[in-house]
Antibody
């Protein structure tokens, strides 16, 4: 069974930086496109970022473009989200997600990022 | 990238049918065949119920169906059951290879 485990969340001050990770197992990670999705407290799901299986193509939501960077290390079966210039409205649970067909069939349990002074 | 528009809430009695709409633009829903729907029970991972507008993942009941007309996609649930009560989100690929969720719809089974 596909396993995705996020880590690295925590409390960070406004303007600060944080890198979160998504460790994958039980599937051929290098073959799969990967996404980050977040959910702010009491709010709906928001797509954040995408990275192609070989890491050569990435896209971002307008709300994070220029502040967040997505990357992956296929040798380590791990994806990353580098978050800079963090704002209060970035506070959310961040999930990594993937799927073979055109939908997410696997999600991690999420990691909470709190931006507050 | 504005969130797709969904009704905040819908409700129905057991056995009835309900439809949730998801309205976007020609840059997302109207221009994409990659529209999917997710059921989300609080504290659990979202579960895909429909993908590619009309397809059902393996294991999803045929009570769930999807359609699209113009810039609006729809999820229909027939024969409502108590455990259908959840939040539902649409998701669309856009013409710039980004993705956008709907704002979410809370389904209440009366």
């Amino acid at each position: 069974e596909v396993q995705l485990v996020e880590s690295g969340g925590g409390l960070v001050q406004p303007g600060g930086s944080l890198r979160i990770s998504c460790a994958a197992s039980e599937f051929i990670f290098r073959n799969y496109w990967m996404h980050w999705v977040r959910q702010a407290p009491g709010k709906g799901l928001e797509w954040v970022s995408f990275i192609k299986n070989d890491g050569t193509f990435t896209t971002f939501a307008d709300s994070v473009k220029g502040r967040f960077t997505i990357s992956r290390d296929n040798a380590k079966n791990t994806m990353y989200l580098q978050m800079n210039s963090l704002r209060a409205d970035d506070t959310a649970v961040y999930y990594c997600a993937t799927g073979g067909d055109n939908y997410y069939d696997s999600w991690g349990q999420g990691t909470l990022v709190t931006v507050s002074s | 990238q504005s969130a797709l528009t969904q009704p905040a809430s819908v409700s129905g009695s057991p056995g009835q049918s309900i439809t949730i709409s998801c309205t976007g633009t020609s840059s997302d829903v109207g221009g994409s065949n990659q529209v999917s729907w997710y059921q989300h029970h609080p504290g659990k991972a979202p579960r895909a119920m429909i993908y590619d507008v009309t397809k059902r993942p393996s294991g999803v009941s045929n009570r769930f169906s999807g359609s699209k007309s113009g810039n609006t996609a729809s999820l229909t649930i027939s024969g409502l059951q108590a455990d259908d009560e959840a939040d539902y989100y649409c998701l669309s690929l856009t013409t710039t290879t980004t993705w956008v969720f709907g704002g979410g719809t809370k389904l209440t089974v009366l």
